[in-house]
């Protein structure tokens, strides 16, 4: 029963920027859609819905702490004031000893606008430096470069609702079913009403996202600016052109189709595509004015990320599909606060609210609206060369906030070797143990999502509270806070004596609206299109109150939601937008005989970045529980790799290990690794530490999606799983994987050490007393042994093991854990490794909101009569909720296969 009211805040996950209503039980954090909020009306995804099982103590960095790197002893606990005192201190002597471009910060777009604009004004206008860097430059860089290029402001000028009133909507380099499944949804919901809108996938994968679309582009990675390049000039060829709009409204025509000229052989031949599917794409986009081109990491996780998106932008400037309901470019951004992040200027390349770091103009306007002494005069490092400084001494101190860059940076072993080099190094996090705390000299405990206060910006430019609704953990601070305090020590308490988020987000709207009315506009040296004046001077209460918004909000406007360029009045001087010339380039790395194929990265379903978060939810863990690698089935047998064994993945920079899938999603030539894994939850990983660390000449991006690698068999003597309600050390096991359960631990484990007592070393891992309630079944020949052990009837732990990787179902045996008391039926099943009822087996997850395996889903389709996504829901709830299960529920309908 519910112990309070619940509390209106924002997901924390993707750049949807989903309502959330949380409330606080006797049984824990119960989370449902917030019903009033416009990004999703009610709708969560998995991730979003299990938000609950992630609201925990477990593992929370609580108090601050100090280590002695020169000692073994774990860090000691130590107060705020002393904790404050070290950084405050030591980056001031290094800033005495060095300048000012010797620290720098590496923040996220995890943080709160609030949070990042602390930052970004103690860095620019009180160390005086750019130093400053976000993750965000990991993901949405490109977006920000392009739209800069093209509409002199980074702007998105399209909204949730106009891809409801689309008639085409071109998915580009995004799995959006998996990574915006609530949007994913919206757009389904939307076919479903008009059954005329058709949706295009431009993607090399055959992704959860390809199975419910009109028309797939398979594209070869890394060519998409030759097939826009292609769309653009098949448009002018075919007069498709808005001659009106493109001479009164743009600039730079002539140029990018001189840059874009290319016959569709060719095109077809750079992408791998035959010359029918461009064909038809691109007469389809050709005859469809309401156009969408929606795009995310496919497109800008690139070396040449910004032309991509320029290329995407130029087809739409070009028709004049901009500025209208129903149509033009779409960035869904990737992290929750991303947009926030770019507003408040929390990329190394930009100033504050939308004011360019070059200009001396907007330098001089923020300075003085800082009060600052002194304000950056260049851009400063960007996140790859930044921790490439670190490691040449050139920066000797550097604090990381809300990321993990161990894990999530390229070349990610290059990351460990500059933190271990740096004098300096901060680390202000919710977790005590990521791959990057051990490289802290300070760590310091920020708020986590039930605690945050403050607001985040989504991918259509809707500013959202978040609130606070449980309290606040151990000595947990916001960042903001511990970023001011350093201030005040510095000398600087007057301009940062902020008491509440609110104070913060009232200074920031006043900055956008600063230079920024119709003076500013006659002259354009300070007119931005972000304008929050409408929102200055909210107290608290109105703060606590705030409704999502979209910007700008502009103070005395009846109507602040005006469409973004339907005036057709650009951010460039001259009110112009731009086309943009994207002559194409090949990948900075070519595969070759040592690397002969292409590594792809990105997200699984239920998993976000490192899983600090989504590591701790069980449900979250009930899809894909293990790092893998797909690969082609022609590759895999040239490389004599069989499914479900293992393989070592190997790039000049790095090499992992993982699980073979053969899924049939990626092209002959390519290979797909996730990147959620790192050290805490698998013996080796981190896909970052493989990927190549070339990146966007404009935007500084990395390579993601390109990088040469060889993949070959890990051969291991034994394979097996353990299920244990207590942590297990896994020193000395050759390969694992850990994942949460419903009570449990999940482990994954092979080895290459020959093993002569399993029954004595199964005992000691899981220490199993003498005279203790022990099942064990050996078959030495075979290499087959099976344990349990079991406490009152109650199942403590089991292990299975064999030299072969077909093991037994995991469903089950999880289920045993939720019992209260097993009987003999299950005792006997532990022996075997089976249910001796074998509909008590439901399969692995297929839905993870309700927890529908894959056996218990085809039973329904074959025995039980079940021959719709629809009837699937009627009968089992699957699909009927975040919606993110049904390209699979799809496929089971086509071939249904209960397999274990």
């Not at 800033?95 to 930052?119: C, N």
């Not at 001087?573 to 070759?592: C, G, M, N, Q």
């Not at 007393?769 to 022990?774: E, H, K, L, T, Y």
């Not at 532990?830 to 074998?838: A, K, N, Q, T, W």
Request: hydrophobic share 40%; net charge negative; glycine share 8%.
């Amino acid at each position: 029963m519910s112990t309070g009211a619940g509390v209106n805040t924002t997901c924390p996950y993707c750049g949807t920027g989903c309502g959330v209503t949380a409330r606080v039980t006797t049984a824990g954090v119960e989370v449902a859609g917030d019903t009033t909020h416009p990004a999703n009306l009610g709708r969560l995804c998995v991730k979003g819905s299990a938000l609950g099982e992630t609201v925990v103590d477990e593992g929370r960095l609580l108090y601050p702490a100090l280590r002695d790197r020169n000692s073994p002893n774990p860090p000691q606990r130590v107060s705020w004031e002393t904790a404050l005192d070290t950084v405050a201190d030591g980056f001031a002597r290094i800033m005495r000893e060095h300048g000012p471009e010797s620290v720098a910060w590496y923040v996220s777009g995890q943080l709160l606008t609030e949070d990042y604009y602390v930052a970004n004004k103690l860095v620019k206008g009180f160390v005086g430096s750019a130093n400053i860097d976000t993750n965000s430059r990991l993901c949405m860089s490109s977006a920000v470069a392009g739209h800069k290029r093209a509409f002199g402001e980074d702007i998105v000028p399209v909204s949730y609702e106009d891809l409801e009133d689309a008639e085409l909507i071109v998915l580009v380099g995004s799995n959006t079913a998996w990574c915006h499944p609530v949007l994913y949804q919206r757009i389904l919901k939307a076919k479903a009403r008009r059954p005329s809108l058709q949706i295009v996938v431009i993607d090399p994968r055959r992704t959860a996202t390809v199975e419910l679309a009109d028309l797939h582009v398979p594209l070869r990675a890394g060519s998409d600016v030759w097939l826009f390049n292609g769309l653009l000039t098949f448009l002018e060829r075919s007069g498709a052109t808005d001659a009106g709009f493109v001479s009164e409204h743009t600039r730079g025509v002539a140029d990018a189709l001189a840059a874009a000229d290319i016959e569709l052989e060719t095109v077809a031949q750079q992408c791998g595509v035959d010359s029918d599917t461009l064909t038809a794409f691109y007469r389809l986009f050709a005859r469809t004015e309401k156009v969408i081109t929606c795009f995310s990491m496919g497109v800008n996780q690139s070396s040449a990320g910004t032309d991509k998106v320029n290329s995407i932008i130029n087809c739409h400037l070009l028709t004049g599909r901009i500025g209208k309901p129903g149509m033009g470019p779409f960035s869904l951004t990737g992290q929750p606060n991303a947009m926030g992040g770019r507003e408040v200027g929390g990329l190394a390349n930009m100033l504050a609210a939308h004011m360019d770091l070059e200009n001396p103009d907007h330098r001089a306007l923020v300075q003085t609206f800082w009060n600052s002494p002194r304000i950056a005069e260049k851009p400063g490092l960007k996140a790859v060369e930044l921790f490439e400084a670190i490691e040449q001494g050139r920066i000797k101190a550097v604090w990381i906030m809300a990321t993990n860059p161990v894990v999530s940076l390229p070349d990610a072993d290059q990351i460990k070797r500059a933190l271990q080099r740096c004098e300096m190094v901060v680390v202000s996090d919710v977790i005590a143990n990521t791959d990057t705390t051990p490289f802290a000299d300070v760590l310091l405990p920020a708020h986590a999502w039930g605690e945050k206060d403050g607001t985040v910006t989504n991918s259509e430019r809707c500013i959202s509270r978040q609130r606070p609704f449980v309290p606040v953990a151990g000595e947990a601070r916001p960042d903001w806070w511990a970023l001011s305090e350093v201030a005040r020590r510095w000398g600087y308490g007057e301009q940062f004596a902020y008491t509440s988020a609110h104070e913060i987000f009232d200074e920031h709207a006043r900055l956008t609206a600063c230079g920024n009315g119709d003076d500013a506009a006659s002259d354009h040296s300070c007119a931005r299109y972000l304008n929050l004046s409408g929102l200055t001077g909210l107290d608290r209460q109105a703060f606590d109150a705030m409704k999502p918004r979209r910007w700008p909000v502009v103070q005395g406007d009846a109507d602040t939601n005006l469409r973004v360029f339907s005036d057709g009045r650009y951010y460039h001087s001259d009110r112009r937008a731009r086309l943009v010339p994207t002559p194409p380039r090949l990948p900075a790395h070519a595969t070759a005989n040592e690397f002969p194929l292409v590594l792809n990265t990105g997200r699984v379903r239920d998993h976000w970045h490192t899983m600090t978060r989504t590591g701790l939810a069980p449900r979250l863990a009930s899809h894909t529980h293990e790092p893998y690698v797909d690969i082609h089935p022609l590759d895999a047998a040239e490389a004599l790799l069989k499914v479900d064994e293992l393989a070592r993945v190997t790039t000049r920079w790095g090499s992992l290990v993982a699980r073979v899938r053969c899924s049939g999603e990626v092209q002959q030539g390519t290979i797909f690794v996730p990147i959620h894994w790192n050290e805490q939850f698998a013996s080796n990983a981190r896909v970052g530490a493989l990927v190549n660390p070339v990146v966007d000449p404009v935007s500084g991006e990395p390579e993601f999606k390109h990088t040469p690698v060889r993949v070959e068999p890990f051969r291991v003597d034994w394979h097996g799983f353990v299920l244990s309600r207590g942590r297990l050390p896994m020193e000395g096991v050759t390969w694992w994987t850990r994942a949460a359960g419903a009570q449990f631990a999940r482990y994954e484990v092979a080895g290459r050490q020959k093993v002569d007592n399993w029954p004595a070393l199964a005992r000691s891992a899981l220490g199993v007393p003498d005279g203790a309630d022990w099942i064990e079944y050996i078959d030495t020949a075979s290499g087959v042994y099976r344990a349990a052990y079991v406490i009152e009837d109650r199942v403590e732990a089991c292990l299975f093991v064999s030299s072969r990787p077909d093991l037994p179902s995991r469903a089950w045996l999880s289920s045993l854990f939720q019992k209260p008391k097993i009987d003999n039926l299950d005792r006997l099943g532990l022996l075997v490794g089976e249910p001796l009822d074998s509909s008590a087996d439901t399969g692995p997850t297929i839905c993870s909101c309700f927890g529908v395996g894959r056996n218990t889903i085809t039973n329904a389709i074959e025995q039980g009569g079940c021959n719709s996504v629809e009837a699937l829901g009627a009968k089992l709830r699957c699909g009927t909720n975040c919606g993110s299960c049904i390209p699979e529920l799809q496929k089971l309908l086509v071939a249904p296969t209960a397999t274990a």
